[in-house]
């Protein structure tokens, strides 16, 4: 029986999903009332669907959603967790997915997010280098979350002693997202989303419309007349903090355990500093961070033989999708230098990651930042505790002895 919340799953999920893959195209969990992708032709597929969305209330009638699966998505007995999370864009299907995505992918733009880089070396080179000084670094604490929380703060023109609730805020929101939640996680990510979206209102009413931060961003987005609603400005907000911080962390994360695990790909890192366009997304392909996403069926069908009804959600398991052998050689092997690499760590279709741009600069900043200031590391303790998830794979620390270069 496979269980997603065994030890063994949570510790090292992809020689199940291996098998899930030789089992046959679909796996449905009477448990979850989901049905389950692990192919990668499958989920590639799936993403660019239209029959499947992320907002089912659109196109089936409420009597035929399945509610047992709906109110576990969006609990109506944390209101304010669920009103903004059926608000925001990424939990939406056109015309008003496009009409919001339209008036905030300028804001993650490549050429946006480049502005950002000096910022991002500056703070990445100090943490190195205090680490470097120490000989230790517990990698989660000291590296990968001061990251990303630095990046979003300066995105969002969050001052600096505000951070650390950042985080806080964070970390009980996404706990939602998990089928193992308990009660007390939801009632922590109720206030959470409370007490954010009362400091985000703060936030946008000191804006004057002269800065250049994300908030003032998208108060100030126009196109044709058509603004966003402050709702809409505050769930954008969420979404950003929630994706751009929780997910950036687990990926250097993770990147830095892989690349301890394949010291001959850390070298090869060292030694062609060229490699980090391909090695972001092989990292990201190897252990990924985000490892299911979820659609919805929006229309009754047949799928490769597997019968699905409208109303129901479907789960894909991307990271199975990025072990698949059909489509990756030797997916067990971190190769830094593997192209193509098809990867769906960032999604795909309507709905794939718009801060990719800003968040492969983020990762190629830690990764290649880290590979000039250390020569060689070595992981403190191999007992190490993972993030109970199946959405969110990471570790919660990950303590490193340092050689400086």
Avoid at 10 to 20: G, T
Avoid at 130 to 140: F, H, K, P, S
Avoid at 249 to 278: C, H, K, M, W, Y
Wanted: glycine residues 6%; aromatic residues 10%.
């Amino acid at each position: 029986m496979f269980d997603p919340y065994a030890p063994t799953f949570i510790e090292n999920p992809y020689p199940a999903y291996a098998a899930l893959r030789n089992q046959g195209r679909g796996w449905f969990s009477e448990e979850w009332g989901v049905t389950f992708f692990s192919h990668h032709e499958d989920i590639t597929a799936i993403l660019r669907d239209r029959r499947f969305g992320r907002d089912v209330r659109q196109a089936v009638p409420e009597g035929e959603i399945d509610q047992g699966v709906f109110e576990r998505t969006y609990p109506p007995e944390y209101p304010t967790w669920t009103y903004y999370t059926r608000e925001s864009f990424i939990d939406l299907e056109p015309p008003a997915h496009t009409r919001i995505r339209k008036l905030v992918q300028h804001a993650f733009s490549r050429r946006a997010s480049a502005s950002y880089r000096p910022r991002m070396e500056q703070a990445a080179r100090a943490l190195l280098d205090e680490a470097c000084d120490r000989g230790t670094m517990e990698v989660i604490a000291d590296y990968a979350t001061p990251i990303p929380l630095a990046m979003i703060s300066d995105l969002m023109g969050v001052p600096a002693r505000d951070q650390p609730q950042l985080v806080k805020w964070s970390h009980a929101m996404v706990r939602l997202f998990d089928e193992k939640r308990t009660e007390e996680d939801g009632i922590r990510a109720e206030q959470a989303t409370i007490d954010f979206v009362e400091y985000l209102r703060s936030l946008m009413a000191e804006r004057d419309g002269t800065g250049n931060d994300l908030v003032t961003g998208l108060m100030q987005a126009e196109i044709d007349g058509d603004r966003l609603t402050p709702d809409e400005v505050i769930a954008t907000s969420i979404l950003t903090l929630n994706a751009g911080h929780e997910a950036t962390v687990q990926a250097i994360g993770n990147g830095i355990l892989a690349l301890s695990r394949f010291p001959d790909q850390f070298e090869a890192l060292r030694q062609t500093p060229g490699l980090i366009g391909t090695a972001v997304d092989e990292l990201l392909r190897f252990d990924t961070p985000l490892q299911m996403f979820e659609r919805w069926v929006l229309e009754d069908m047949e799928w490769k033989g597997l019968p699905l009804r409208r109303g129901t959600k479907v789960g894909l398991f991307l990271g199975s999708a990025n072990h698949d052998d059909k489509v990756f050689e030797e997916p067990a092997r971190l190769d830094l230098a593997r192209n193509p690499n098809p990867h769906v760590a960032l999604g795909g279709g309507i709905h794939y990651c718009v801060g990719a741009p800003l968040a492969k600069l983020e990762l190629e900043v830690a990764f290649l930042e880290f590979s000039k200031h250390v020569r060689e590391f070595t992981l403190a303790t191999t007992d190490l505790d993972r993030v109970p998830s199946v959405v969110f794979r990471g570790v919660k620390a990950l303590p490193i002895s340092v050689v400086p270069s």
